[in-house]
Each structure stands twice: as structure tokens, then as C-alpha cells.
């Protein structure tokens, strides 16, 4: 099931995208060969991954299981 905004971070250029409604994330920059992605969303475990050229992303974030109460 595709989540929408999920935060996607590309970390050797310090950049945050959101990924729409259908779980994808377009960016018209060039993302260098081997830099670092980290995937996240609350309630969800993160995912860090090293981007390889003409390699398509299939990330599958995991639900936590442990939900905390707000703090007041």
C-alpha cells in the first residue's frame, strides 16, 4: 500500500522531498551514484539506502508496533 508523505532525504546534498499519494517521489536534480537516502515516516521504522544508477527504488517501510502516548 503506497504512503504518501513520506519524507526522503538525500543526505549528500541535504535536500527533503515528500513522496504523493501514490508513494512516488519525482525530483529533477541528478542524484549522485552511491550517495545516501534515508526514507521516513512517523509510525513507520526508517530506511537508509546507498542509490545506485539505472536502478529503480522499491522501498517497503515497516509499521511500528510500539505507539507511544503525547506527552504533556
Not at 539506502?49 to 517497503?60: A, F, M, P, S, T
Amino acid at each position: 500500500m503506497p504512503l504518501n508523505e513520506v519524507n526522503i532525504l538525500l543526505l549528500d546534498q541535504n535536500i527533503i522531498l515528500l513522496s504523493n499519494e501514490d508513494g512516488e517521489f519525482i525530483t529533477e536534480l541528478d542524484i549522485p551514484h552511491n550517495s545516501y537516502i534515508s526514507f521516513y515516516k512517523d509510525g513507520y521504522l526508517s530506511k537508509t539506502l546507498k542509490h545506485k544508477d539505472g536502478v529503480e527504488l522499491n522501498i517497503i517501510l515497516e509499521k511500528l508496533h510500539v505507539f507511544l502516548d503525547e506527552v504533556g
